[in-house]
């Protein structure tokens, strides 16, 4: 089945700079790569997603970035605040029949 | 209005009891799942299900067990609780045959068992 890893696990930036999260996927047949941000006591909210077909998407201070000859794909937050604290996961999904997640990336803000 | 809704939220047991949990979504989606999340935070899957296929973790103990009595629901039922259930519990829904695959979660449901 497919194994979805992710570093780092923990990470710390100061207001205003940029976080990068990896994730790596197995089966050369995922084609769509989700991510998540959770909040403390809430359930994992969708932020962005890629699919097979792409490279790269964007939405304002969010972008993911996929490569799928190397299998990985990146989550880029710039500019971040301290809203933007919380535990991000990333997945890979074969059309959307089975989630696989990564192990979370606790994601803390300084202000 | 939620879209993917779960009762209850705290669920507070005894060892050997049985259990629900119910999940409802409003978002008219064709796939719905379970997923345990540990103390270490990690989301594992445990069912999807849709109106066709119920798909199982093999990792799953036969004591839990999906029960979907709509498309637009699906509850899940643990037998003969154990310590190691202790977890919150996430129901998610997707619309995945010609749909766009986005999954949206619950709030969550903490399960402790003592």
């Known amino acids: 089945g497919e194994n979805v890893e992710q570093h780092p696990s923990t990470l710390s930036v100061q207001e205003g700079d940029s976080a990068v999260i990896k994730c790596t996927y197995s089966?050369?047949?995922?084609?769509?790569f989700p991510w998540y941000k959770q909040e403390l006591g809430k359930g994992p909210q969708l932020i962005i997603d890629?699919?097979?077909?792409?490279g790269e998407k964007k939405d304002q201070r969010i972008a993911v970035t996929l490569n799928k000859t190397a299998k990985h794909f990146s989550l880029h937050i710039t500019e971040t605040q301290p809203e933007d604290s919380a535990v991000y996961f990333c997945a890979a999904s074969i059309r959307g029949n089975q989630f696989y997640f990564g192990t979370g990336t606790s994601l803390t803000v300084i202000p | 209005d939620t879209a993917v809704s779960q009762t209850p939220k705290y669920l507070v047991t005894q060892m050997g009891n049985d259990k629900s949990i119910k999940c409802e979504q409003n978002l008219g989606h064709d796939t719905m799942y379970w997923y345990k999340q540990d103390s270490k935070k990690f989301l594992k899957i445990m069912f999807s299900y849709n109106n066709k296929e119920l798909i199982i973790n093999e990792t799953v103990p036969n004591r839990f067990s999906p029960k979907s009595p709509d498309k637009a629901h699906l509850n899940l039922h643990i037998n003969s609780l154990e310590l190691g259930d202790s977890a919150v519990y996430f129901c998610?829904?997707?619309?995945?045959?010609?749909?766009?695959?986005?999954?949206?979660f619950g709030p969550g449901t903490r399960l402790t068992v003592t």
């Open positions: 890629i699919r097979s077909n792409v």
């Open positions: 998610a829904s997707s619309q995945v045959y010609g749909g766009s695959y986005e999954q949206y």
């Open positions: 089966d050369s047949a995922s084609n769509y």
